[in-house]
């Protein structure tokens, strides 16, 4: 067991001046850096905006599932996730393709392409195949995303009756970060 203690340093961000530690099974510190490793732990919301992919735009219905079966409904759910999967892949193949990270591929715009190109991808010769899917990864690569904003806003809410504070005056101009994350990150051992 590894322990990684660390502290941001920025007082625009959450947990600015706190000791956080950061256990982790990477034992070797010249394959897994401990900033690194502090810095990717605090991406790993980002599984949020999956659960959303799969969710919101690629299934887009908001009907349950059609199955009548707990089997069924587990099949189903099942073919979702495969599905969400070879999406992602596909991207990831394309990032590589393009240079880019996968995160700034656009999901939506990969469900679009895969969609629109499943019917010729069956009549295609399979000659043609491979050239037809260098297209679709090149135009996966496309549409890229912007880099994320380095903001962060206050865990305030509207409503009165909620474990966060209640939104106030002095939460519309939050103050913001100067520096990206991976900068106000510092290893103390």
Do not use: C
């Not at 912007?146 to 002095?170: C, G, H, T, W, Y």
Request: proline letters at 6%; aromatic letters at 8%.
């Amino acid at each position: 067991m590894r322990v990684i203690e660390y502290t941001i340093h920025d007082p625009a961000r959450t947990g600015h001046g706190l000791r956080h530690r950061l256990v982790t099974s990477l034992l070797d510190p010249v394959r897994y850096p401990a900033h690194d490793l502090a810095v990717a732990y605090h991406e790993r919301w980002e599984v949020e905006i999956t659960i959303d992919e799969a969710d919101t735009h690629q299934r887009q219905a908001l009907r349950p599932f059609r199955s009548r079966t707990p089997l069924g409904v587990l099949q189903e759910f099942y073919g979702l996730l495969l599905a969400h999967y070879l999406i992602r892949a596909t991207m990831h193949e394309a990032a590589i393709l393009a240079e880019v990270a996968p995160d700034r591929l656009s999901f939506v715009h990969s469900v679009r392409i895969l969609r629109s190109a499943a019917f010729p991808a069956q009549i295609v010769a399979p000659k043609q195949s491979a050239d037809g899917y260098q297209q679709l990864l090149h135009d996966i690569g496309q549409a890229r995303l912007p880099q994320r904003d380095n903001r962060i806003n206050p865990r305030v809410v509207k409503r009165k009756m909620s474990n966060f504070a209640l939104k106030r005056e002095e939460h519309r101009h939050w103050p913001q970060p100067a520096k990206s994350f991976s900068e106000t990150v510092v290893i103390l051992i």
